[in-house]
């Protein structure tokens, strides 16, 4: 959906790992990649909502809470709060996260939570965004992709957030005359 970014990637990708495999190195310093996958899972968090069950009576910002309580975080909802991200909050676009995560946000250096928040935040938070970036990494060395005419946009949650009807992609081998969808 947005070919600017894909080419500022590969561009990147180009630069620092060449027509190398990724490595552990040469990952961490893919920045733009990291900047679009950041936008994409604030956009779109795999978990939509986490939970924490409050074991004793509980006051927090002055609200009393009862043990017992269930309480809910909206990951969705935070994420696309215009008072925490500014007027574009609905809008694809990784400059916001180029001073990092916690300039991300107006003044919130919490409101970033696709991965939960606190002490029992995701444990493979590192290695979930490592894994991704190898595999796109490598997919830019080797293909340009567009979206395929017959996508239709209609994200939706069922445990995680995914493509209700599937993300069909047509992919352009770099290195070969082929189109493959
Ligand atoms: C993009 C991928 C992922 C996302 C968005 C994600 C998100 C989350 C979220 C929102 C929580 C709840 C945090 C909280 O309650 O504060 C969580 C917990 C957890 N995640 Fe992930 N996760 C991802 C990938 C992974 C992977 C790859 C692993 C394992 C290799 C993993 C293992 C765990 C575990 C074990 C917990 C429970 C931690 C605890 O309760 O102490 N996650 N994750």
Not at 88 to 99: I, L
Not at 127 to 151: D, N
Request: glycine share 6%; charged share 20%.
């Amino acid at each position: 959906m947005h070919p600017d970014w894909q080419d500022q990637a590969r561009s990147e990708v180009q630069q620092v790992c060449g027509n190398c495999h990724p490595k552990f190195e040469t990952v961490n310093k893919l920045k733009t990649l990291g900047m679009i996958l950041n936008e994409v899972i604030r956009l779109y968090p795999p978990i939509a909502v986490f939970r924490r069950e409050i074991h004793k009576d509980t006051t927090l910002g002055g609200i009393a809470i009862p043990k017992g309580t269930q309480v809910i975080f909206p990951t969705l909802s935070f994420n696309h709060d215009t008072s925490l991200w500014g007027e574009d909050a609905n809008e694809f676009k990784p400059e916001r996260f180029s001073e990092g995560i916690t300039k991300a946000a107006k003044d919130d250096s919490a409101a970033f939570i696709p991965f939960g928040y606190g002490l029992r935040s995701c444990v493979g938070k590192n290695y979930a965004m490592l894994e991704t970036k190898v595999a796109l990494a490598m997919i830019l060395q080797r293909f340009s992709f567009v979206l395929s005419p017959g996508y239709v946009h209609a994200p939706t949650s069922f445990v995680t957030m995914f493509p209700q009807h599937g993300a069909p992609i047509i992919l352009d081998n770099l290195h070969s005359d082929e189109s493959t969808v």
